[in-house]
């Protein structure tokens, strides 16, 4: 059930609309990659903002604060 209540409809939305990136998590690690594995120069940004955004929604989704 953990996991069932991590996905909330928000966070699924949030990746419907980000199609193509993988998570992978281990220990207190997040990996975020694209399908390929490796990311052109051109489109390192893409990835960095879709990892932005995705830390955002995680951090919205737990009532938590983003300390910059």
């Known amino acids: ?3 069932i209540d991590f996905f909330s409809n928000s966070l699924i939305r949030f990746f419907e609309k980000n199609k193509g990136f993988r998570l992978e998590s281990k220990n207190n690690m997040v990996f975020v990659y694209k399908k390929a ?3 052109k120069p051109e ?3 893409t990835l960095i903002d879709f990892t932005k955004a995705l830390m955002y929604e995680l951090y919205v989704q737990n009532n ?4 910059v």
Do not use: D, F, Q, S
């Open 1 to 3: 059930t953990a996991i």
């Open 37 to 39: 594995r490796r990311i």
């Open 64 to 67: 938590l604060t983003i300390k």
């Open 43 to 45: 489109n390192l940004n």
